[in-house]
């Protein structure tokens, strides 16, 4: 009797645990493969009927189609290389919208806490607006109704000051390009970058050893301001010339051009995110202790110097985590540029698409292209997050 | 008002409030320094040139007769208007339950009712064709209807026998969600089916939320718990499934929707544009769901197992009767969230051209006799979320406070 209860026989293999583990992964396992060879049978049957076949030789074929902004390129060129260019649209929005958007919501999430009523109160109307409206009914707004309907026409365009145009043709300003003498200042720049991190270093073991706060940054920016600025005045002619947007018979002409389409993309993107990172900066204010923010007054310190010493670098290990989902979710959203008409890597990999039919190819390539800014964005941030985390005993 | 506070004379008494004269208000609070001055300064220049700028458009300039004028276009699209009851009755049955089960549970669940009656009666009021406003005053009387049957019940069952009643409440409500979609779809018969379903307007909106909440609940759960699991086949494809779906944008699911899912399919089943939209829209949100249930499963101590496993309950059992209803209580705030996030994005779907709101509203734009009046229709859109959504995280905001799930 106590034999039989003791050995493993005596459980029936279907009541057995170890027996149930192994059978239900597998069924599971076989059910999922069932699933997807169910989905590829019927893609390749309905492949062949089209005559298509999976491969990715048209990249190679010359795309045909003109993007409008972006990095160097003509409709001669191949697919692939018009699909990097929307790449790297869709990471130049995301990259400006992360910056512009981070600014407002630390801004705005400081203000919401501001001792001020009317800037507190100002803050929050900005938050719960933002917030609870659809970010393409804001993108729509911004781009039809007020870059393309209100907006002047470019013959009446609004001059801003220092030759800054705006009109329903985008936004032209002036742009600094290089002329000749650009290579001997660039040896001063680089110079200054080699001086400045020095200077860093520098004030920065100083500071240690004296075990004070300070600013070693702004030595380091301030070496390299003054090799940069002797440089200009030190190099023959002047290494830049400002290229100023001149208006010619239908359009402005020189200067850099910002499109309507990524203006209204950026404004949209910027304002949506940043009121979210502003409700996470104001909350990882707040869950920094009372005391602590009292302890550091007790000590002496200004109210500049315990919002930065003490307690933003305890709320930025609370921030970073959403934080990096809402850079997360900038990225994802700026897919919505095909709805606004920017070239970004989902417009122009739908275009590829209607022009080649090659669906399966270009929703894998946009999926991972997708995937891997994800990931790569999650990584940076997880870096961060560990280096500022909480060193314990 | 002297008031006098002896020690011991009446514990109770509330403490003492200051009362701050306007002055000392305004010094405290918006002239503390030099700095906070030039803030609030600017701050008031912004808010009258807002107010001003905005308040003299929306009065003098703007041509609001364009919503009046395009309601019905805008609310339910093309949805026969010989049809429209069918509407109002998915309207009606809503508001007859909610009213009841604020008669039944008063508290947070009557408020809700209550504003929902308030606002039809609102709406009521606003200059819209005489028919509609009477449907209105009826929504508004099927909220009061429901209320006073709840009531009843609760008086009928003197509170003792309440637990049947709320198992029917329960059923009915889970009921009412196909009820509703087949009685605005159609069937044939006396309930004709409505045809291009995809030109329904803001009627898509919701129904694209409801559906995809409603359908990705279930489905989150289990990939929930498919992620939590101690069998790496199934933990595995659970977190690959939630990992790729959260790292890609919805508009590259609605756009592989649109052209693949008739490759991934057998010649004989071609889904409409709504279903695929609704499909996308669940598959999307699960996986989403499945994080928010996650974090309530988290937050299970493991006492609770344990305690469930000495009672003598199984694994299945466990979760179904101790983990998961407490689960999904502390994370109801994060479904109403999500819920939110949803119906926002809900607003994609013109991306495979169906006319939900935002994009029917274009094709009023393209009217000659509308030209020019796209201020007043995005203004009329964005407050249309505006209003829902802020109330929705209003109500969850109460439910938080009132589960105290920040504070355990």
Redesign the interface.
Known sequence: MRKRAGSPRSIAFWRDVRVL?VV???L??IG?AAAIWW?MN??T???DRSGLNIGFQFLRDTAGFPISEGIAYEPTDVNGYAYLVGVVNTIRVAVIGIVLATIIGTVVGIARL??????RK?ATLYV??V????????L??WY??VML??LPLVKSAIRLPGSIYLSRRGLYMPWPTPTESFGTWGWFILGGFVLAIGAYLFRKAQLKRADRPGFPLLWGAGALLIVVIAGWFLTPGSPLALDIPVLKKFNFEGGMWLSTSFSALVIGLATYTGAFIAEIVRAGIQAVGKGQNEAAKALGLKRGLVLRLVVLPQALRVIIPPLTSQYLNLT??S??A??IGYYDL?NVG?TI?NQTGR??EM?LL??GS??SM??LTSLLMNWYNRRIKLVER | MMRSYEPASNAQLPPPTERIPVVRWLRQ??F?SWF?AI??LA??A??VTLVYGLGRWAIVEARWEVIPANLKLLVVGTYPIDQLWRVWATLYAIGLLSGFSGGLHGGLIRRIALVGAIAAIVLAILPFPLATRGWLLGAAASVGGGFGLGRLAQFATGGRSRRWIKRIEIAVWILSFPIGLVLLNGVGGPLPVIKARNQWGFLLNLLGAVVGIGLSLPLGVLLALGRRS?????RL?CTAYIE?I???????LL??AS??L??????NIRPDLVIRAMITITIFSSAYMAENVRGGLQAIPKGQYEAAYAVGLNGALTTILIILPQALRAVIPAIVGQF?ALF??T??F??IAILEL?NISRSVLSNLEWR?T??EL?VF??VV??IL??SM?AISRRIEKRLGVGER
Not at chain 1, 114 to 119: A, D, E, I, Q
Not at chain 1, 131 to 138: D, E, F, G, M, T
């Open positions: 583990r239900s992964q597998v599971f396992l999922i989905l019927n893609l049957t309905n492949l501001s001792g001020n009523w009317l800037v100002l719960e607006t917030r609870n409206i659809p970010l393409l009914v804001q729509f707004f039809f109704a309907t209100a994802k959203n897919s919505l095909i709805l989902l739908t698409f669906a399966v929703i946009i999926m997708y995937l994800s990931l | 609070n918006l503390s906070n803030l609030t701050s008031a912004l808010i101690k069998l790496p086949a199934i494809v790729l959260r790292g890609v944008p919805l508009i590259s756009f592989m052209i693949m008739q490759l991934l399919l057998p010649d939110i926002k994005d607003t994609l013109g991306f935002l020019g796209i201020f995005y859109i964005g979320f505006w959504c802020y995280s």
